[in-house]
């Protein structure tokens, strides 16, 4: 079978790594996120932040909040560099999020925010837990015996 060529319009622009430390991911969600012209110009240039921002459902609406996204400086109308983005999801998957944040005391994490295959800007979100001190430092040891393990692994051969 012919393998599929390779996306050439898929770039991640900004990824949050801490998410998968301090939260349990649960179940996660592609959504797409409506943005002024400057700002794109600017997340092709690679300059943006996910990483202390979160998502939420206000007034039946689902919004990204505290997202970094640096100002475009050949821009003629400029935006706000932490503005509040609104996010475009079904309304079966936003009764969904509504339900796991207000009634299970779940979080929406954002994931990873990249370029699809047509060029569109995309975010994944996830709906997670927030984890204890002790559920990190049990997340940390079975990544340290992981290493640990490939390490013997690579050695012994």
């Known amino acids: 079978m012919a393998k599929?060529?390779?996306?050439?319009?898929?770039?991640?622009?900004?990824?949050?790594?801490?998410?998968?430390?301090?939260?349990a991911i649960e179940d996660d969600l592609e959504v797409g996120i409506i943005l002024q012209g400057s700002e794109v110009k600017s997340l092709r240039t690679g300059q943006s932040n996910i990483a202390d921002s979160y998502a939420s459902v206000d007034d039946g609406e689902l919004w990204l909040t505290n997202a970094y996204i640096a100002p475009y400086e050949q821009a003629m109308f400029g935006h706000e560099a932490?503005?509040?983005?609104?996010?475009?999801?079904?309304?079966?998957?936003?009764?969904?999020?509504?339900?796991?944040?207000?009634?299970?005391?779940?979080?929406?994490?954002?994931?990873?925010?990249?370029?699809?295959?047509?060029?569109?800007?995309?975010?994944k979100i996830a709906t997670a837990k927030g984890k204890k001190n002790h559920d990190k430092r049990q997340s940390d040891a079975k990544r340290d015996w992981a290493r640990q393990k490939q390490r013997l692994l690579r050695h012994d051969t």
């Open 4 to 23: 599929k060529p390779e996306n050439k319009n898929y770039k991640v622009i900004a990824e949050n790594r801490r998410a998968r430390y301090d939260y």
């Open 82 to 123: 932490r503005a509040k983005r609104k996010l475009l999801v079904s309304r079966r998957e936003l009764s969904r999020l509504w339900n796991a944040t207000k009634r299970e005391g779940m979080t929406l994490v954002p994931l990873v925010m990249y370029f699809n295959d047509r060029g569109l800007v995309k975010l």
